[in-house]
């Protein structure tokens, strides 16, 4: 094994780590604020994906220049979701909760493949095969462009969250839900928004996803288990957290398939968050609930 | 005890216990083998449902993990059959060894280090898949390729090896449906069953009271995860192959929770209910899109996605509270 | 009206008038043997067909219905009339085994499925159990046929079996094309099929007397987003030849990885694996799906039935592609039409007495008669080198059935052969 082989899957790791940290914030966002986890997250990644894929296949729009299509329409759609449906759920039980999303998800996944059939299904863009190499080290380019995508989309998200108004209402929610009420925010107007933003982002990563891997009606499922354990391992409701796990995520499966063998390597991930939910419940950068 | 179940009992109650354990017991002479086997499925996912219940329904601990307990179970009785002949009459209580050592050892990191509510829910699933995949590596049990039972077409029953028709199949998990139904019941009414509930309702008034919550949490993850192994072993013998993805997959244990949750947390037929709901729903479904003349693949899990998603939305609390409210059943047991 | 009745006046409908105007441009069925012109047969078989149309399993499992929606007409006109009555096991093994239940209930007097092996073994305990004959058309597991079952029949390769004639191939591939590699990596995907192949591979590869050595085996996850390590790791090895054994989207991800990666070995050849021959391949992978080999049982491309099925599946599915899963659920259909006319009766025991007796010379499929051993086991199915030229599977060997020559070693990727 040499140091370029090394370099090589180390920077591929922490390239896939930024898409995967896009694809968990949206999860951390909904769960810090309106504490429901959404267990259809994947289910709603794999629906941006398709309609990323949608764009491309009918009027080649390239996946970059759909992003704020498909987010604007994620938006809505979260926003929809949150009214009509899960609003009435977030103060019920979490089992119900988790029912409520696993009928989603179902009807997401169905959806998906009535509509699209279950072949795979990807977008060919004209650099999608493409590659930088530097020295004898290779390097991704979607990915890169993907990575930088899903950076300027969390900055921007962790903009919103520390400047606007909106966003620092939404925070404060999270922070103190009774003091919110009586300081008179409307608590359901913004918990709305904060599940839309969410699903916004599941949006995004979705698009960006789209780039890398070929979606299937089946991935949903899958991609919501991936996002849970970085959420947890960075801190569930952190966002900062979410970051930081999906590219400790991404590096550790790297390393892990480089040496170990590979098909193991999802096993590490899962070894990691049992260490790190008896360790610190609150994740690596989380805070500790009060 | 027993006097105990019989006088919570209504008569209007065990009038209609009895006549649905009646049924039951007759439905081989009755229904065709299409039904019988749809009904041993249901009956199988009352059983689990029921272990789930125990530790959720009852002791308020969120587990969705628990396919790791069947296929604990499954997968020790098989191997100890398959390498060392030992009939599943005994491995049973190994596969039941195994799994509640599993679920000790979950509840321990868990109520040790204070894990609750959702992080408890996915220390499960962590736990669950983490097994996944070392079986899918495990040799021994076939790894990937999958773990055979060697199969004999027995038209006689063998109850200690677990051989036989699909009929003496149906029986033994009709038993462990009522059994489960009785223990927890009796269980329930236990000083154990009280604490269990009080650790629900409130852990710290709980702990305020003196009850040792670590103890009696560890408890019901602890018997909860080996009833839920007994429903392993019997899903190995009526299968007869197991492979890790189908037997630990984590829809495996969304399949478990599913139906005590519709059917009424907490309750005691509330399993049962939403088990015969479900397994209603996916089988007529099915039927009722064929006769529909409906060939698009998808519509009926679609169906089956919105009809859960109303109930859960229009009937939180479960099946089984609102029928027996309906009917004039007593429900001893509610969450809530 | 049940669906699978449902599903037969239409299709039979459809296809009746499309089968009459092709027997009136090609005259193709006057060439084809006597089997095809026998006059038709009383009461219709009702075969209960089984596949995962929905779930994990969804894109292989409506393959394998194509395959029975062309054999219900088709077969008729062939004079065995059958009647196909469709269930979907939905990906699930308890579902399988209930479909299973529900079809013989209906009245199926024999079942065909279901191509995952968790759900044919459930299936073929049920049938095992009931006394109804189960012909399966795809599923690798070889212990199904090793436990003793007296109703089931498979007419499908195992691992082992894809193996031994997959390795064949590859070796006949560097005769004919005059180049040997030295070394080769071995990758396959950590899933049923997989450990099957790969359990063969280690068996069978020392006793083959090939020409190269594997200088490494790289297992991977089968839920992996990402085979960026597992090509690294492969490319470091320096390997003449890759030899994938995949599972669907996975083979996409693995050659686009080695187009990033800028990997280019002599060759990209399975030794026998799904992947590299679907739709899916070739439009996620354009211009880099060309000169990948699989080397897979499939369509023989040059007989008259085959090529009969081939125009039907073009005329009923037209922008779908003709693959094996297809092909081996036809079989499977004919097989049991062939047993159930010999045996004069639906009775089972006559028809698993005649589905011991099968031997039926001309079919689809690559590979000598169609007919069972003492454990249920078709032993005669061959596999093709399938080389992708022209965004198409193209047989290439044996040489008897190709299509076009070999190309070996490949072109690079960015050779201007690729078009």
């Not at chain 3, 690294?232 to 995949?246: E, N, Q, Y």
């Not at chain 3, 996409?252 to 187009?259: A, G, K, S, T, W």
Request: with cysteine; aromatic share 10%; net charge neutral.
């Amino acid at each position: 094994m040499t140091p370029t082989i090394v370099a090589t899957v180390l920077i591929g790791g922490i390239l896939t780590g930024c898409v995967y940290a896009l694809m968990a914030l949206g999860l951390s966002v909904i769960f810090g604020v309106i504490r429901v986890v959404n267990f259809a997250h994947g289910e709603m990644m794999a629906v941006a994906m398709y309609a990323a894929v949608f764009l491309f296949a009918a009027f080649g729009l390239d996946p970059l220049h759909a992003l704020p299509l498909v987010a604007a329409g994620l938006f809505a759609f979260g926003y929809a979701l949150q009214r009509r449906l899960v609003e009435p759920f977030v103060r019920r039980p979490e089992h119900e909760q988790f029912i409520l999303l696993l009928a989603v998800g179902v009807i997401l996944t169905n959806g998906a493949l009535i509509l699209f059939g279950p072949e795979a299904r990807g977008i060919m863009t004209d650099y999608a095969f493409d590659s930088y190499a530097v020295g004898d080290i290779i390097i991704d380019k979607t990915k890169t462009i993907a990575a930088i995508a899903a950076i300027i989309a969390a900055a921007g998200l962790l903009g919103f969250f520390r400047f606007a108004r909106t966003g620092k209402a939404i925070r404060a929610c999270a922070d103190n839900l009774i003091g919110a009420e009586v300081i008179g925010l409307d608590v359901k107007r913004l918990y709305t928004l904060t599940f839309a933003v969410g699903t916004a982002c599941v949006g995004v990563a979705g698009t960006l996803l789209a780039m890398i891997i070929e979606v299937t009606p089946a991935l949903g499922p899958e991609l919501t288990l991936l996002a849970f354990v970085i959420v947890i391992v960075g801190g569930l409701g952190s966002m900062p957290g979410a970051i930081f796990g999906g590219v400790l995520i991404g590096v550790s499966e790297a390393l892990a398939g480089l040496l170990i063998v590979p098909s193991m390597k999802s096993m590490l991930s899962f070894a990691l968050l049992i260490v790190i939910l008896v360790l610190r419940p609150e994740g690596l950068l989380g805070r500790r609930p009060s | 005890m027993i006097r105990n179940l019989a006088t919570e009992l209504s008569t209007r109650d065990a009038v209609a216990a009895t006549t649905l354990v009646l049924l039951l017991v007759a439905a081989p002479f009755v229904v065709g083998d299409y039904l019988l086997s749809v009904i041993l499925i249901i009956l199988y996912f009352a059983y689990v449902g029921q272990a789930w219940n125990l530790m959720m329904g009852i002791a308020g601990q969120l587990s969705l993990g628990h396919a790791l307990y069947v296929g604990l179970g499954a997968y020790t009785a098989a191997a100890l059959f398959v390498h060392f002949d030992v009939p599943p009459a005994i491995g049973l209580f190994a596969a039941m060894a195994v799994a509640a050592l599993a679920g000790a050892v979950i509840g321990f990191l868990a109520f040790r280090f204070g894990i609750s509510g959702v992080y408890f829910a996915l220390l499960t699933i962590a736990f669950a898949e983490f097994t996944r995949i070392l079986f899918s590596h495990f040799d021994w049990v076939g790894a990937t390729s999958g773990f055979f039972l060697p199969v004999e077409n027995r038209t006689s029953s063998d109850l200690v090896n677990l051989r036989g028709t699909s009929v003496m199949f149906y029986y033994v998990i009709l038993t462990l449906a009522a059994g489960a139904l009785v223990f927890v019941r009796l269980l329930a009414g236990t000083r154990l069953g009280y604490y269990w509930r009080a650790i629900r309702e409130d852990q710290i008034a709980a702990q305020a009271l003196g009850i040792n919550v670590f103890r009696y949490k560890m408890l019901a993850v602890v018997i909860s995860a080996a009833m839920t192994a007994v429903g392993g072993v019997f899903l190995a013998f009526y299968y007869n192959n197991l492979f890790p993805t189908d037997v630990f997959g984590i829809h495996r244990s969304i399949e478990i929770i599913v139906a005590p949750i519709i059917g009424g947390l907490g309750t005691y037929f509330g399993p049962v209910v939403g088990a015969f709901l479900i397994g209603i729903l996916g089988e007529g479904l099915t039927n009722a899109t064929e006769a529909a003349g409906i060939q698009t693949a998808g519509i009926k899990q679609l169906v089956y996605g919105v009809i859960l998603l109303l109930i859960i939305k229009l009937v939180p609390g479960g099946l089984w509270p609102l029928i027996a409210r309906r009917l004039g059943f007593s429900i001893k047991e509610r969450r809530k | 009206m049940t669906k699978s009745s449902d599903n037969r006046t239409i299709s039979s409908a459809i296809s009746r008038r499309r089968f009459n105007a092709a027997l009136a441009a090609s005259g193709a069925l006057l060439a084809a043997p006597a089997t095809l012109r026998r006059a038709r047969a009383a009461a219709p078989l009702k075969i209960g067909c089984l596949a995962p149309l929905t779930g994990f399993f969804a894109r292989e499992g409506q393959n394998c219905k194509r395959g029975f929606d062309v054999a219900g007409p088709m077969l008729a006109d062939m004079g065995m009339a059958v009647e196909i009555m469709m269930a979907d096991t939905e990906s699930n093994p308890d579902k399988a085994r209930t479909a299973a239940e529900k079809l013989i209930g209906e009245g199926a007097q024999l079942l065909i499925g279901t191509f995952v092996s968790g759900e044919t073994a459930a299936v073929a305990q049920v049938a095992e159990q009931r006394g109804i004959p189960h012909v399966i058309n795809i599923a690798a597991a070889p212990q199904i046929t090793e436990q003793g079952y007296k109703f089931v029949f498979r007419n499908f390769a195992t691992g082992p079996m894809l193996v031994i004639n997959g390795l064949g191939l590859i070796k006949s591939l560097f005769a004919a094309t005059g180049t040997t590699p030295k070394t080769a990596v071995f990758m396959h995907v950590n899933d049923t099929f997989g450990t099957a192949m790969s359990k063969g591979i280690g068996a069978l590869f020392p006793k083959m007397d090939m020409p190269f050595e594997i200088v490494e085996t790289i297992a991977y996850d089968p839920k992996a987003k990402d085979l960026s390590v597992e090509v690294t790791k492969a490319k470091a090895t320096g390997a003449d030849i890759l030899m994938p054994v995949s599972h669907g989207a996975d083979a996409i991800m693995l050659i686009r990885e080695m187009v990033k990666q800028r990997w280019e070995p002599m060759g990209v050849m399975t030794p026998g694996s799904p992947g590299t021959y679907e739709a899916q391949f070739y439009k996620a992978l354009g211009k880099y799906s060309e000169y990948v080999i699989a080397n897979v049982p499939w369509i023989d491309p040059k007989t008259a039935m085959s090529q009969e099925f081939a125009k039907r599946f073009g005329d009923m599915f037209s922008g779908e592609m003709l693959e094996l899963n297809a092909g081996f659920s036809f079989e499977a259909v004919l097989i049991a039409a062939d047993a159930h006319k010999r045996a004069g009766s639906a009775d089972p025991n006559a028809l698993a007495d005649a589905l011991r007796a099968t031997n039926i010379e001309e079919h689809v499929m690559i590979g000598g008669p169609l007919a069972f051993n003492d454990k249920g086991q078709n032993v005669n199915i061959a596999s093709a080198a399938l080389q992708n030229l022209e965004r198409r599977p193209t047989v290439v060997l044996p040489a008897e059935s190709a299509e076009a020559a070999p190309v070996f070693p490949m072109p690079g990727w960015g050779d201007a052969k690729r078009g």
